[in-house]
């Protein structure tokens, strides 16, 4: 049977490599991948696709993920969880000083985080770089300039292979990062969370959704826009809000980079918290709202707790089932159980608000460690104050350096680490500081 094309038609395929297209990875792969039956499994990078003759090196990022050492790391996360959660009350004094970096001077810490599984530790600052330091000597690995205004927010994206950097700015916009710890370091992707400008009156508003154009009441003109972003390694979702004229949250699928949800708020979003399918987010006006993100997405509930902006939501802290905390920025903190969350059974007061114009927030920093029974309060009183669920102020830090060290300034942020006894700490002074038990 002859060939309806002819002995002599030759196709892009059939031709000798080299001849007609350039040496390309992803012709290669593309030419394995669409050579595969639909119903037949796909072919691991490694099954000799490739001899040593193609000279293509296999990106990291596409091979397969490291099963052993994923559960290595897994059994590492549940036996140090389960040992921190055993430690007595009593025992949970992190005050003891670990590492310290100084970001620079009139810089200021604006975000940091510590590595589950590596003795690395993050700075955000003021300038808009990432600072990363191995917290068990206070070598400095490398520092990330990102060209953001300012890095308010970071985590790390599959933090059990290896981990991408996110850092969120408080324009709205969002990076990550690929080998955040070489010189080598390269942007996966980046876009905006939130809207870049509001909805002008000339704007058609008959198409759009309500959480776009109803306005706020507790928007101020002069305030410039603050965003709060939450990364969700379980369900790989980025949740953004912020001080936007229009008050909305957004729902963001990292992986296709498409806002699944806009959500309306009653006030401009100030903090956010999830866990499984409940997000919570504090607002402007000392509300908490939360949201069902099981589809499609509702409001749940609607307490108001606080008279002023809210700072932090602490959803279950240190694995203790229904209780919820919150923190203002008058330096309160309230107690609720999610059960009945519109009456706190216990309020306390981290500090007292300053009489004088223009005074700083009493409250500047609130965080919970998720398997310890501690947080941790950080104020402009150049103070950070441990305490344990039950409203007691336990410890007092007041030196970043050690005994007569140092003195700590007014607290920008704090973090604790994932699941050992670390506490993070950042300063106006310029520097971010390690303590341990």
Avoid at 14 to 30: E, H, V
Avoid at 277 to 305: E, W
Wanted: with cysteine.
């Amino acid at each position: 049977m002859v060939s309806p094309r002819g002995a002599s038609d030759v196709t892009l395929f059939d031709r000798p490599t080299g001849s007609a297209l350039p040496n390309s990875m992803i012709f290669k792969r593309s030419c394995t991948h669409f050579s595969t039956a639909l119903l037949e499994p796909t072919q691991e990078e490694d099954d000799g696709c490739f001899d040593d003759e193609d000279e293509v090196d296999s990106s990291p990022w596409l091979r397969a993920p490291d099963l052993n050492r994923r559960s290595e790391r897994l059994r590492r996360m549940y036996e140090r969880a389960a040992t921190t959660h055993g430690i007595d009350e009593q025992h949970l004094r992190i005050t003891e000083y670990m590492s310290n970096i100084d970001v620079g001077s009139s810089v200021i810490p604006t975000s940091v985080i510590m590595h589950p599984f590596e003795n690395h530790s993050f700075a955000g600052d003021s300038r808009g770089h990432v600072h990363v330091w191995d917290q068990t000597t206070s070598a400095t690995i490398t520092t990330l300039n990102t060209g953001m205004k300012s890095v308010n927010y970071m985590s790390l994206v599959n933090e059990t292979d290896d981990a991408l950097l996110l850092t969120g700015s408080i324009d709205g916009s969002v990076k990550i990062w690929r080998n955040y710890n070489a010189e080598n370091t390269s942007l996966v992707t980046a876009w905006n969370s939130l809207p870049l400008s509001s909805v002008s009156v000339e704007t058609d508003i008959s198409s759009l959704p309500m959480s776009v154009v109803k306005p706020s009441t507790h928007y101020n003109r002069l305030e410039n826009t603050k965003s709060v972003s939450v990364w969700q390694q379980l369900t790989g979702c980025l949740y953004a809000t912020g001080t936007v004229r229009n008050p909305l949250l957004r729902v963001w699928d990292v992986s296709s980079e498409v806002c699944r949800e806009t959500l309306s708020l009653q006030s401009q979003g100030t903090c956010l918290t999830a866990e499984g399918a409940l997000l919570m987010a504090g607002t402007a006006d000392g509300a908490v709202l939360s949201y069902d993100l099981r589809a499609p997405a509702r409001l749940l509930s609607a307490i108001q707790t606080h008279k002023q902006p809210l700072v932090s939501i602490l959803l279950q802290p240190g694995g203790t089932d229904n209780l919820l905390i919150t923190g203002s920025s008058d330096g309160q903190i309230a107690y609720c159980d999610l059960r009945n969350a519109s009456k706190p059974f216990l309020m306390t007061e981290v500090s007292k608000p300053s009489s004088m114009p223009n005074r700083a927030p009493a409250l500047t920093a609130l965080a919970g460690h998720s398997c310890a029974r501690v947080i941790a309060s950080g104020s402009s009183e150049r103070a950070i104050k441990l305490w344990d669920l039950h409203g007691n102020n336990t410890y007092t830090i007041q030196n970043a350096t050690g005994f007569l060290g140092q003195r700590t300034g007014p607290v920008t942020v704090l973090a604790f680490h994932p699941n050992a006894l670390y506490l993070a700490a950042g300063s106006t002074d310029g520097h971010a500081t390690i303590f341990s038990r």
